[in-house]
Structures are given as C-alpha cells and as structure tokens.
C-alpha cells in the first residue's frame, strides 16, 4: 500500500511539472510570430491587456504614420469634382477609381502616358497624405499628395511643377521614421553604387507598441502565465530611463532628415543611445539652422527651458498616450506647472487672459523650409506649418 501511495504522489507532482511546462510552451507557442524576430510577438497580443491602449493606438498619429490602401477610405478624400490637377492646358493627373484600385493617371492632350496604383499612405492626415506604389522590389512615391490644409490634391513636397512625376523612389529612410519593420537588401549596381530592395511582405505599417516599447515577447509570456501579478517585468519601465535615455527615444524618429543612419533604425530599443546608431549632423553642426520638419529635438534642446531645467522631456508636455491635439490650454498648464509666476509687460498682459494659451506665443507656427506644397493653377506655394519647439520670446 504504502509503494502503491508513494508512486501515486510521485506521478502526481510528475503530472503537475509536465501541466506547468507545458502551459509555458503553449503560451509561446500560441502567440503569433514576428518577422522582427524571437523577441517579438506584434501588437495583437499588447492589446489583448492594455485594451484602453488601443483605443488611443489606433487613432493616434504614430498608428497611423503608414499604412496600405483601402479604396474605401481613399475614396473619402475625394471630392467628386475636383480629383484633376492640372500643370498646364496640355498636361494633368487624374485620380480615377477603376477595376483593381485607385490610380493617379498621367494624360498630355487627353491620351493617356502613365498610370500608377495606390498602394500606400504616408502620414496620419492630420497635415498631409503622400502615395506610394509598389513596382516589384522598390516604393516609388506618386506625382499628387492630399494636402489637409487646403482640402485637395497638390504636387507631392520637393517635385517640379511643370510636369508630372512618378520615378522617385522611397526609401528604406522614411519607412524606419514612419513604420515599424522592412526588411532590406542593399545591392551593388554599378562599381560603387549600390540601389536597396524592400520585400514588402515584411513590412509592418505604422508606428507599433514594440517600436517604442521595444521586443516585448517576453514580458507578453510572463503576464499570460502569472496573471495575478501587477507589476511589469520584461519591459523597459519609461520612468527609470535618463534624461538622455528618454530624449533618445523619442529623437530616434524627431531628430530631422539630415542624419545618416550607422546602421538599421529598426533596432534602436528605448534605453540605446543615438549616437549608436546616428552618424554626426553636419547640416545642423555648429548652431546651424535647423528645419523645424520632423526636428523637434534640437529645437526644443537649443530652447531655455531645456538647457536650464534639470528634468525635461517631451513627455513632460507630450503623453503619447492621450490625444491632447489642439487643446492649448491643456499644454499651457504644463507651462505653467514649471511657470507659476510670469513676469510680463503691460503690453502683453493687455493683450488678454494670458494663462489659456501659452502656445501661440512661445511656440509660433513656423513653415518647413523643405516642404511646400504646390497647388493647381497658382504660383504661390501653400506653406507646411509645424509648431516650433524652440520655446522662445519670440517676436
Ligand atoms: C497578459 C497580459 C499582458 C500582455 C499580453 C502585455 N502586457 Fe504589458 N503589462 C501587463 C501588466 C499586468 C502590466 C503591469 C500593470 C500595468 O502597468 O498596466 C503591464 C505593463 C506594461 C507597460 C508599462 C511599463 C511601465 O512603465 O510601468 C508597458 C510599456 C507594457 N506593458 C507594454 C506591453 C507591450 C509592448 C506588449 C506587447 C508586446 C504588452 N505589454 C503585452 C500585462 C500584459
Ligand atoms: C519610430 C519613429 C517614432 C518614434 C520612436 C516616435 N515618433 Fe513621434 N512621430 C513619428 C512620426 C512619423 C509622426 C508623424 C505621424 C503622422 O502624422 O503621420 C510622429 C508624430 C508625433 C506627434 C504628433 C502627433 C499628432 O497628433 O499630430 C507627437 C506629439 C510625437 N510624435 C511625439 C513623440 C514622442 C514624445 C516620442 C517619444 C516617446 C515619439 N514621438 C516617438 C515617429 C516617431
Ligand atoms: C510613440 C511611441 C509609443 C508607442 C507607439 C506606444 N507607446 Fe506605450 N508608452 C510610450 C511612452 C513614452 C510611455 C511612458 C509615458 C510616461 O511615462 O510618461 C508609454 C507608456 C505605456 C504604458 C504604461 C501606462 C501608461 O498609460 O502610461 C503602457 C501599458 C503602454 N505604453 C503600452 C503600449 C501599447 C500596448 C502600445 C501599442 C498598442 C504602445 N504602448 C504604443 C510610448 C509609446
Ligand atoms: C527622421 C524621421 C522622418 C523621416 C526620414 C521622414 N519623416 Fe515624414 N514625418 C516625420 C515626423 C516626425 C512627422 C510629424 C510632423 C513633422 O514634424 O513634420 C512627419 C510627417 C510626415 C507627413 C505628414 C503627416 C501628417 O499628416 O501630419 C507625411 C505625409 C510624411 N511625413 C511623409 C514622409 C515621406 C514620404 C518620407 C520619405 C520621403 C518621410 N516622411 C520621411 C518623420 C520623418
Ligand atoms: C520643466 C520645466 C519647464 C516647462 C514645462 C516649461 N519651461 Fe519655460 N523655462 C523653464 C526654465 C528653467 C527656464 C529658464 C528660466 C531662467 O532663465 O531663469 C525657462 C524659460 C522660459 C522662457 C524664457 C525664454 C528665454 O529665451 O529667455 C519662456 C518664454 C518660457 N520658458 C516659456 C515656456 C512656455 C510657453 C512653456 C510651455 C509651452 C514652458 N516654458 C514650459 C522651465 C520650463
Ligand atoms: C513645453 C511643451 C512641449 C515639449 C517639451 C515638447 N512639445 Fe511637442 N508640441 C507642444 C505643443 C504645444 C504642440 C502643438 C500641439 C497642437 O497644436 O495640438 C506640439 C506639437 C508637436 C508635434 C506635432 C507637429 C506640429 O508641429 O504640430 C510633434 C511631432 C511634437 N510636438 C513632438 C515633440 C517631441 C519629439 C518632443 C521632444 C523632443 C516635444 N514635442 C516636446 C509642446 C511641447
Ligand atoms: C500675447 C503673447 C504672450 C502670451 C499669451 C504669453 N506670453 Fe510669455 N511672454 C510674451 C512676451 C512678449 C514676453 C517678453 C516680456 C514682455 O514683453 O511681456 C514674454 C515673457 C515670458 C517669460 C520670460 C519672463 C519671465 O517671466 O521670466 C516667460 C517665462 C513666459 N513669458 C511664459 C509664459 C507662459 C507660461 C505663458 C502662458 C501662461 C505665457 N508666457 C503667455 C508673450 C506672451
């Protein structure tokens, strides 16, 4: 009898350690893979516990930084009579809905020379939509963006306006600011030259949980199998970075167009440090003048508040998690948090209730130097109006 209990109990705790390990392989197992790699798992695991996340991931400007085209929501943006742009009495793009998609469709004298797809978006159209179409391995950009600001099509940013353009490529460069993952091949042209291939089955659009957060596979395993636990193990906890940690962070993407990237973006986790992956700005080297496109870094680093606060970020206005857009007064109280007492001239103050909107003031709308947007059938240019993060008297 006593044998018979023994063996009993021995199977028992045998069959427990089997059930735990087993119930260890079968989360990993049962969350789905990532092209990234072992580490990762992709945002439909994150969401199913930080569903109040989602709400805001979904319709924040980073989810939507990039993404593929639905003919439906295109169609949205169209405005039934004015989907022609025309460069002169000869030459026009037309944005026409056919059998297979959406296409901007080249014509000189009315017959037709070029027609392109839309295959993908670039922007949150919060400011602006630009196109791209795929032709095998590479991402061209399409002749016509959709500029918010005036509620139509334009020439898309840096392009001539005389005629149409379709052969610019995209590339690897803008999907590491405005996506999450590609994979890229660099090849050799001709002697030194060297053109790049992105496979756009790997493509992972817009800006997700694990590009910010970094791989989270682990941490996602951890709190599947011990539920009852309420604090975050194997993921980076934001608030034990440093200052330049953070900054870094956020820089890796707002630090402008002129960097030269080392090596591939795609890997830089919160806590990395930039200059690992950056090569020197030159352009902006020695107190140069930085655009204030996508370059909120140096500009708000070259401001007072930064250089004589021991402690700021951009979280220290920004919460990527909560849609402050436009609301002013919800900024001007983070001013105000470090500002409680103003020294301001009469002037000024008669200028009304100050305290609702610091903004507009000390962080003026500035146009981009680099981007403008070119409108039918006029000569001057619509501007690119970005805040500037140089926090200043300005005039
Ligand atoms: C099984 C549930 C679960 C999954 C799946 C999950 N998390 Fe979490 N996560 C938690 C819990 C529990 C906490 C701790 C409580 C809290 O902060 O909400 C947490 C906290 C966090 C934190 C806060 C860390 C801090 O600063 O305190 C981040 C960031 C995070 N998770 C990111 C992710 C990402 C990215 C993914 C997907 C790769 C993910 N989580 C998947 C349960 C989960
Ligand atoms: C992977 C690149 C990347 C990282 C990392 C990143 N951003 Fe962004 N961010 C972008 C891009 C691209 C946009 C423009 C999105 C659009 O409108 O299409 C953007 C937009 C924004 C906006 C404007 C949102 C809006 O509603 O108009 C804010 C604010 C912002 N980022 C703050 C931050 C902060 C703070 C951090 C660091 C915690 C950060 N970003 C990290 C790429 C990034
Ligand atoms: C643009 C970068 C960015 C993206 C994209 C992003 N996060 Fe965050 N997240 C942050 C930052 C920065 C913080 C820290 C905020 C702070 O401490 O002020 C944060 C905080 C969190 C927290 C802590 C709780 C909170 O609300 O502060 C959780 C949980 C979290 N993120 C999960 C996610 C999940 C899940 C996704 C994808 C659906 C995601 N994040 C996408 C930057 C990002
Ligand atoms: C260094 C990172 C970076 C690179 C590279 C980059 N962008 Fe951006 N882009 C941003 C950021 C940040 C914003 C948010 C607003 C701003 O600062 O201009 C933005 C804004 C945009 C917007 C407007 C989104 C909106 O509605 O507000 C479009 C469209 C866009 N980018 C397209 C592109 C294309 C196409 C390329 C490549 C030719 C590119 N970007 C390269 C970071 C980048
Ligand atoms: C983290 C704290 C902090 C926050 C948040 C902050 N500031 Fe400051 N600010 C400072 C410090 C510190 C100085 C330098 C004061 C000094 O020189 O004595 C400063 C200086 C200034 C100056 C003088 C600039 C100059 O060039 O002399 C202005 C104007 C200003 N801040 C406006 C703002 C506005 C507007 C906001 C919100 C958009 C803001 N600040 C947010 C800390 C902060
Ligand atoms: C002192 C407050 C403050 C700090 C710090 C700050 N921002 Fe902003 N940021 C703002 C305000 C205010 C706006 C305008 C919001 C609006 O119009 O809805 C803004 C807008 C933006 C936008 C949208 C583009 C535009 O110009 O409309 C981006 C992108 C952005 N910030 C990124 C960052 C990044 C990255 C950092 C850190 C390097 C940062 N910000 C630090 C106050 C701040
Ligand atoms: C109507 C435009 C305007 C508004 C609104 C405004 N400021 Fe100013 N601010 C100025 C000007 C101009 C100066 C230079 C002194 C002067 O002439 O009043 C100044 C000076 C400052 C200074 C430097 C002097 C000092 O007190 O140390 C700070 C800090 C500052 N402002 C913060 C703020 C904050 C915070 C808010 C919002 C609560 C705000 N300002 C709203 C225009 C403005």
Redesign the pocket.
């Known amino acids: 009898m006593k044998g018979i209990k023994r063996i009993l109990i021995i199977l028992g705790v045998m069959a427990g350690v089997v059930m735990i390990l087993s119930r260890c392989m079968n989360t990993d197992d049962d969350l789905p893979k990532d092209i990234r790699g072992e580490a990762y798992t992709g945002a439909a695991t994150c969401v199913k516990c930080h569903q109040e996340i989602k709400q805001s991931f979904a319709h924040d ?1 980073h989810g939507l ?1 990039s993404k593929p085209v639905y003919d439906q929501e295109l169609l949205k943006v169209f405005t039934p009579d004015a989907n022609v742009f025309n460069f002169d009495v000869h030459q026009k793009v037309v944005i026409e809905k056919r059998a297979g998609g959406i296409f901007q469709v080249a014509y000189v004298d009315g017959k037709e020379v070029r027609a392109e797809k839309f295959d993908m978006i ?9 196109y ?1 179409y795929w032709k095998g391995k590479k991402l061209y ?1 399409l002749p016509l ?1 959709y500029f ?1 600001g005036i509620r139509n099509w334009a020439i898309s940013p840096g392009f001539s306006k005389q005629t149409f353009y379709y052969d610019r490529p ?2 690897s ?2 999907l ?3 996506a999450s993952y590609v994979d890229k091949k660099v090849i050799q042209t001709s002697g030194v030259s060297t053109d790049e291939e992105l496979e756009r089955g790997t493509l992972i659009y817009g800006i997700d949980c694990e590009r910010c957060h970094g791989p989270g596979r682990k941490h996602a395993v951890f709190h599947l199998e011990n539920p009852e636990e309420k604090t975050a193990k194997f993921i980076t906890i934001y608030k034990t970075l440093s200052r330049k940690q953070k900054m870094d962070a956020c820089g890796v ?5 002129s ?1 030269v990237a080392q090596k591939s973006v795609f890997g830089f986790t919160p806590g990395d440090n930039i200059d690992d992956y950056y090569a020197q700005d030159f352009l902006g080297f020695g107190g140069g003048d930085p655009d ?5 870094t140096s500009m708000l680093m070259g401001s007072n508040c930064y250089r004589k606060s021991k402690d700021m970020t951009c979280q220290s206005c920004h919460n990527t998690h909560e849609n402050s857009k436009g609301n002013l007064k919800v900024y001007s109280q983070r001013c105000i948090s470090c500002h409680q007492s103003t020294k301001h001239s009469e002037v000024t103050l008669a200028k009304g209730s100050l305290n609702a909107n610091c903004i507009d003031c000390h962080m003026p709308k500035e146009a ?1 130097k680099l ?1 403008t947007f070119q409108q039918a059938g006029k000569d001057d240019l619509s501007p ?1 109006l ?1 805040r500037s993060h140089r926090i200043a008297i300005h005039p």
């Open positions: 400007a930084s670039f922007g949150s159209g919060e400011k602006a939509y630009t791209a950009e963006s918010s995209i590339g460069r803008c590491e600011c405005h993407c707002h630090s402008g167009n960097l204030v496109h996508g370059n909120q981009s981007i690119y970005l």
